[in-house]
């Protein structure tokens, strides 16, 4: 703190005013490392370093008293005293940041409003249904934490949280009001799961058409874990959705008789099939819009269906889903490695693979409750190492 206040001296011989000699030592102090990074040895996190890291985890804040008053009684590394504080936090409004944040990271969704729909083709989307869409997935992830529900909900799942807005844009009849609330879907909705969730359709696309290779390379990538190779350098880009008089399911079918191709496009090309019933701001669609004078018109039909690389067929989003379910662990083990990196801001090393792994066995048992599945991060030696 000396060296800080020194470096005010020289400003205030030279006769600056207060406000100016401020600013000298506050920009030093804000740039800092000391401000700007966590300190600590490197080893195993002493309680006060465990505080920090928890409640930034499950905050993003400094830590409150109840944590600084077990971290001084050097309580808080004690297993069960940290898992009830564990539970306290995440049963605190607070933790809504980290659902918020963590969203942002593993899915995208921080943006989500990184465009803006074409108005001549989606002049439904509004500035309501811009804000309802991201919410939808914010209070979905907090029930599956609220309530320790299995991570196969984010594959599919029978409920989702809409307001009146967004419910409208559904399709879904009898929601009244602004304010979202929990809804079981009927029997012949296409949604259930984060993949169907406006907000994941509308981070996927660029407000005018979907390309079937973003969507399937997101799911790759982002939801399961498995990000395929990058194309070779001689490849070059395609032109999506139905321009010109090409479709865009010909134009990737050439691309899979490319031997160089072949093997990325077998992989990418299902789940974006699957995801073609959906189209940029999230609406359901059997066609899609084409650009006219005053507004859209009926395009080409959609065709969702496709085979997945194992050679699995499916004819729609649904059927893609009860495939995907099969996957359910590469699922739950790609959400505890996001996890992982979002708490600690390091990457899973080649040594934390065992851990992982012990993780992943533990929580398999009952089905990778996502509660637990935080509780077992936090527990680590991962969480709890610098």
Sequence with gaps: MQSILSLAKPAIKEGRDFVSVLRVSLRALLSSPQFVLFGGKAGRLDDFSLANRLSYFLWKSMPDEELFALADEGRLSDPTVLARQVDRMLDDEKSNRFVRDFLGQWL?????????????????????????????????????????LSVSNLIDSGFTFVNSRLATHYGIPG???????????????????????????????????????????????????????????????????TQGKTTIREILAAHRNI?????????????????????PIGGFRTNYRTN???????????????????????????????????????????????????????????????????????????????????????????????
């Design 108 to 148: 995208r969704l921080n943006k989500v409003n990184a465009t803006t729909p074409d108005a001549k083709l989606y002049p439904e989307y509004d500035e309501l249904l811009g804000d309802a869409i991201p919410k939808e997935s914010e209070y979905f992830f907090g029930a599956l934490i609220k309530e320790n």
């Design 175 to 241: 929601v009244a009001g602004q304010h979202f609330r929990r809804i079981e879907l009927p029997d012949d909705s296409p949604r259930g799961g984060v993949l169907t969730q406006a907000a994941i359709l509308k981070t996927t696309a660029n407000g005018t058409v979907t390309s079937p290779v973003i969507r399937g390379n997101f799911v790759l990538t982002n939801f399961l874990g498995t990000p395929p190779a990058p194309p070779p350098p001689s490849v070059g880009s395609i032109e999506p959705d």
């Design 259 to 279: 031997p160089a191709c072949n093997k990325c496009h077998r992989e990418i090309d299902p789940p974006g099939f699957a995801l073609e019933s959906f189209d």
């Design 292 to 386: 006219a004078k005053k507004t859209y018109g009926d395009g080409p039909a959609v065709d969702a269906s496709g085979m997945t690389a194992d050679g699995k067929a499916f004819s729609g989003i649904e059927e893609f889903k009860r495939h995907l379910l099969e996957k359910k662990e590469q699922v739950a083990r790609n959400f505890m490695s996001q996890l992982i990196v979002y708490s600690t801001g390091g990457d899973i090393q080649f040594a934390d693979r065992e851990e992982l792994q012990a993780i992943f066995e533990r929580t398999r048992e009952d089905d990778f409750l996502l509660r637990d599945i935080i509780h077992e991060v936090v527990h680590s030696n991962m969480f709890r190492h610098k």
